[in-house]
């Protein structure tokens, strides 16, 4: 007899729920970049505010599901494993 009645941890092995949450963390992360106009996912030039140039895939620095509009200017992202801020970011080229 199981003590636990509520969750029946043995009935389905399949990580749905987890499967479920990272696809919606990569749909949040898609309409981000489309609302802010970045490549996400792509080989990029972006220059920082103070002649840094940088040169690789641009990716969010933490997977995000839900995005606050008063936090994307301190949302970070990562180019080259350097972190940035958004508002650090002086432009964004796509290169591929």
């Known amino acids: 007899m199981r003590n636990q ?6 009935a389905n092995p ?16 898609r309409e981000l970049a489309i609302r802010l ?3 996400l996912g792509h ?5 920082l505010y103070g002649g840094i140039r940088l040169r690789g895939k641009l990716r969010l620095a933490e997977e995000l599901l ?4 008063e936090c994307v200017r301190h949302m ?6 350097v972190p940035f801020t ?3 970011m002086e432009s964004c ?4």
């Open 86 to 88: 958004y508002r650090e």
């Open 37 to 39: 106009g970045l490549p």
């Open 66 to 69: 839900f995005i606050n509009e």
């Open 76 to 81: 970070q992202m990562v180019v080259d494993q």
């Open 14 to 29: 399949v990580e749905t729920g987890y499967t479920k949450w990272i696809a919606g963390r990569k749909m949040a992360a």
């Open 43 to 47: 080989e990029v030039e972006v220059w």
């Open 5 to 10: 009645s509520e969750f029946d941890f043995a």
């Open 93 to 96: 080229v796509r290169l591929d």
